[in-house]
């Protein structure tokens, strides 16, 4: 089928002529509109059509666009195979049987991109591989609806979600019991910090190396915080740990982002992120 542009019509008159409650003709022929909704200007349509006691659920599906200041459409059902995939999944459910093997492939392939637009959830903070040459991977910077924005390599991208591969899962290595080979999740890892009964000093650098855990004999003095973070100190505010510091002036120094950190203390990145290297005192209090 081609291009309809009724006089004058617009959007709203397009959808409201394709999507009828219901339509009786003559023949006893009836047409209804069961459910429908627009993804950009892309019309889905659950419609069941037929004579009375003899009707079939069937999916519409119809292209809109303006042209010299009308709207217009082209429509076409499932049994044609249109490239077009981001149907609600509740409507394949609820229609009748595919027709032929066009509407069976169609809808095949409307599940598989359903299921994955369902895993791809990426958040602010993670690390996720691209279906790119020339970016491998982003850190997630920004999400809000269908808009993806991530970081390699100090450069923003905006991120189309049909190139997202997979999630990578932050790992820290254990130096604390002294073994390589071991390897704990973010919150194993916090947990293992937390069972640490020993005076100890955490030093968390942005670049993506291990934590360097030290025991130590006695608190470090201002002069010794501030040449470990940089600056001068300035605590950070967390649900786990008593003691963290940062330097205060590290986004103003253009510090890169301390991801590690910022997930290990869980910090919302709604609204921070730390940056620059990040120090955590574990079992030093004040000395008298």
């Not at 542009?5 to 409201?16: M, N």
């Not at 595919?98 to 509407?103: E, Q, R, T, Y």
């Not at 279906?131 to 905006?158: A, H, M, W």
Request: charged residues 30%; negative net charge.
């Amino acid at each position: 089928m081609g291009w309809t542009f009724p006089y004058g019509a617009t959007r709203s008159d397009i959808i409201s002529q394709l999507t009828p409650k219901e339509r009786l003709y003559e023949s006893g022929h009836i047409f209804r509109t069961l459910r429908h909704c627009c993804k950009g200007n892309v019309l889905y349509a659950l419609h069941e059509s037929g004579r009375a006691g003899e009707t079939r659920k069937w999916i519409g599906v119809y292209l809109m666009q303006k042209h010299d200041g009308r709207w217009g459409y082209k429509d076409m059902e499932e049994s044609m195979h249109p490239y077009y995939y981001n149907c609600p999944v509740s409507y394949l459910d609820d229609a009748d049987e595919p027709v032929n093997d066009s509407a069976s492939k169609w809808r095949e392939e409307v599940r598989r991109q359903a299921a994955e637009r369902k895993r791809k959830k990426p958040k602010v903070g993670e690390r996720w591989s691209l279906k790119s040459k020339s970016v491998p991977e982003v850190r997630i910077t920004y999400v809000r609806g269908q808009s993806v924005r991530g970081v390699y390599q100090d450069l923003t991208y905006r991120v189309p979600r049909k190139i997202l591969g997979e999630k990578i899962e932050e790992k820290m290595k254990d130096e604390c019991e002294g073994d390589d080979d071991m390897v704990y999740s973010i919150s194993g890892y916090r947990k293992m910090l937390m069972g640490i009964t020993e005076p100890t000093v955490v030093v968390i650098t942005p670049d993506g190396e291990a934590p360097k855990v030290s025991k130590v004999d006695k608190k470090p003095d201002l002069d010794e915080l501030q040449e470990l973070t940089g600056g001068y100190i300035q605590i950070v505010p967390n649900k786990w740990f008593d003691e963290v510091y940062c330097d205060e002036e590290g986004k103003l120094k253009g510090y890169a982002p301390n991801w590690a950190a910022t997930k290990l203390l869980e910090i919302d990145t709604s609204f921070d992120v730390l940056v620059g290297t990040i120090v955590i005192l574990l079992n030093l209090p004040d000395e008298e």
